[in-house]
């Protein structure tokens, strides 16, 4: 599978992992093999993301960074590497065969399995229990993401390869405050001035700091790791 893996990622703490210094909104060449775009959260930026890189002369598409657990199986951490990408109305969209069992292979050669249930894609973030549940339930998806779904209708239209590597950050049985949620800008930066005001308001949301901070930390850690196995190319041969 010769040519250049166009690499979609939203959120900044994702894209430090694959640049040194990743620019939001715009396009980055990794390597020979490989491009990214920071995107930023949503179908929109990713859809954005996923033209450009199309444009700038990606061959194959891939989303890379974390998701959410629909499902108790899918604890922190678990890589994740669908076989197919569902949401709306449409048909599920399976994501490249051959190009997938390439980097399952290869992940689990260097000891990190990937799990391949459906992946849910969403215009916007499930932050409590119940709406979890019954994503899983409508959908029996494992986990959900928001650009994915996104990146996978672009592959499909433009007839290129298209694959999806996650890590789970909140589990299912994670809720995320909306307070905090609006928070982060959107790359997932802290909007300090927004923050502040939340923490006033709602005092306790300073004790769930601690165990956000650590879902994302374990879910940045798989990644890490599995992008030193898979290459920026997430091993496309």
Same mark, same amino acid.
Request: aromatic content about 2%.
């Given at each position: 599978? /010769?040519?250049?893996?166009?690499?979609?990622?939203?959120?900044? %703490?994702?894209?430090?992992?694959?640049?040194?210094?990743?620019?939001?909104?715009?396009?980055?060449?990794?390597?020979?093999?490989?491009?990214?775009? @920071?995107?930023?959260?949503? &179908?929109?930026?990713?859809?954005? %993301?996923?033209?450009? !890189?199309?444009?700038?002369?990606?061959?194959?598409?891939?989303?890379?960074?974390?998701?959410? =657990?629909? #499902?108790?199986?899918?604890?922190?951490?678990?890589? !994740?590497?669908?076989?197919?990408?569902?949401?709306?109305?449409?048909? &599920?969209?399976? /994501?490249?065969?051959?190009?997938?069992?390439? +980097?399952?292979?290869?992940?689990?050669?260097?000891?990190?399995?990937?799990?391949? =249930?459906?992946?849910? =894609?969403?215009? /916007?973030? +499930?932050?409590?229990?119940?709406?979890?549940?019954?994503?899983?339930?409508?959908?029996?998806?494992?986990?959900?993401?928001?650009?994915?779904?996104?990146?996978?209708?672009?592959?499909?239209?433009? =007839?290129? &390869?298209?694959?999806? +590597?996650?890590?789970?950050?909140?589990?299912?049985?994670?809720? @995320?405050?909306?307070?905090?949620?609006?928070?982060?800008?959107?790359?997932?930066?802290?909007?300090?001035?927004?923050?502040?005001?939340?923490? @006033?308001?709602? &005092?306790?949301?300073?004790?769930? !700091?601690?165990?956000?901070?650590?879902?994302?930390?374990?879910?940045?850690?798989?990644?890490?790791?599995?992008?030193? #196995?898979?290459?920026?190319? @997430?091993?496309?041969?």
């Amino acid at each position: 599978m /010769t040519g250049r893996t166009g690499l979609v990622v939203a959120l900044q %703490a994702e894209a430090a992992l694959l640049a040194r210094r990743p620019a939001t909104g715009q396009l980055q060449v990794l390597a020979e093999d490989s491009c990214l775009y @920071l995107g930023g959260m949503g &179908p929109v930026a990713a859809r954005r %993301a996923a033209l450009a !890189l199309l444009d700038a002369g990606a061959t194959r598409l891939a989303v890379f960074g974390v998701a959410g =657990g629909l #499902v108790p199986a899918l604890t922190n951490g678990t890589l !994740l590497c669908p076989a197919r990408i569902c949401g709306g109305k449409a048909p &599920p969209h399976a /994501t490249d065969d051959q190009w997938r069992r390439q +980097l399952l292979e290869r992940l689990a050669r260097g000891g990190l399995p990937a799990h391949g =249930g459906d992946l849910l =894609g969403s215009a /916007t973030a +499930l932050t409590s229990t119940a709406s979890k549940q019954a994503a899983a339930r409508h959908y029996s998806a494992v986990a959900v993401d928001m650009e994915s779904l996104a990146v996978a209708e672009v592959a499909a239209s433009h =007839g290129v &390869p298209f694959i999806v +590597l996650r890590a789970v950050a909140d589990e299912c049985a994670d809720s @995320l405050p909306a307070a905090l949620v609006q928070a982060v800008d959107a790359f997932g930066r802290p909007r300090p001035l927004q923050l502040a005001a939340a923490l @006033l308001r709602h &005092p306790a949301l300073l004790g769930q !700091l601690p165990r956000l901070a650590t879902r994302m930390n374990g879910a940045l850690k798989a990644l890490r790791a599995a992008h030193r #196995v898979a290459g920026n190319s @997430l091993a496309a041969i």
